[in-house]
Nanobody
Framework: VQLQASGGGLVQTGGSLRLSCAAS????????MAWFRQAPGKERDFVAA?????????YTDSVKGRFTNSRENSKNTIMYLQMDSLKPEDTAVYYC??????????????????WGQGTQVTVSS
């Protein structure tokens, strides 16, 4: 069972990136999934989460209106994070994660049971 995050890179302020999180080994169509990020020397912070059906999505305040979380529940679940109007403070390693539950309100990393390996996002000023 694996989550593979990809799509990170180096972009200038105001630019865009699209992160993907591909599941393998099992389907995550019944699982809440989320994005977290961790900057050097800081804790892993919640970014966005999407319920199993995609009907409930929520974001941390700092990314509302700039990031869009979505998912495809085909044979192999894929989750996306479209990041627009990027800022230097968005620089971090971005991780995708999945919970055992189809929907959850907790934004704490402990809610999530499966984790991807992370992809680096760097926004230059």
């Amino acid at each position: 069972v694996q989550l593979q995050a990809s799509g990170g890179g180096l972009v200038q302020t105001g630019g865009s990136l699209r992160l993907s999180c591909a599941a393998s080994g099992r389907t995550f169509s019944s699982n809440m999934m989320a994005w977290f990020r961790q900057a050097p020397g800081k804790e892993r912070d919640f970014v966005a989460a999407i319920s199993s059906s995609g009907g409930v999505i929520y974001y941390t305040d700092s990314v509302k209106g700039r990031f869009t979380n979505s998912r495809e529940n085909s044979k192999n679940t894929i989750m996306y994070l479209q990041m627009d109007s990027l800022k230097p403070e968005d620089t971090a390693v971005y991780y995708c994660a999945a919970s055992f539950r189809p929907i959850a309100t907790s934004r704490h990393p402990a809610e999530y049971n499966y984790w991807g390996q992370g992809t680096q996002v760097t926004v230059s000023s």
